[in-house]
């Protein structure tokens, strides 16, 4: 699939603004913590997910961190088990 779009068994409500425990595994990388998805839709149905992190180094101001997650990733979306830390698991 080209683009951003990918096919989710999960739903746009499903996802938007759900939480996420996530671990990223790059190269020579690997970033882990809990996000929030931030979803869009198109009209075939597809969906571009990205997981954002807010952070405030300090007073007045604040860091917006995105991962976009590609159809590999999107594929290892999970429920979490343990509803209190994030509704949704990923790694990839």
Not at 53 to 68: D, E, R, V, Y
Request: proline share 5%; charged share 25%.
């Amino acid at each position: 699939m080209i683009g951003p779009w990918t096919e989710s068994k999960w739903g746009y409500d499903e996802l938007k603004d759900a939480t996420v425990e996530f671990r990223l595994v790059g190269p020579k990388w690997t970033v882990s913590g809990v996000g929030k998805f931030e979803v869009a839709g198109n009209p075939e149905g597809r969906l571009k997910i990205d997981i954002i992190i807010k952070q405030q180094p300090a007073l007045g101001s604040q860091i917006k961190t995105n991962f976009h997650l590609g159809q590999e990733c999107v594929s290892k979306i999970r429920k979490h088990p343990d509803q209190g830390k994030a509704k949704f698991q990923v790694e990839c």
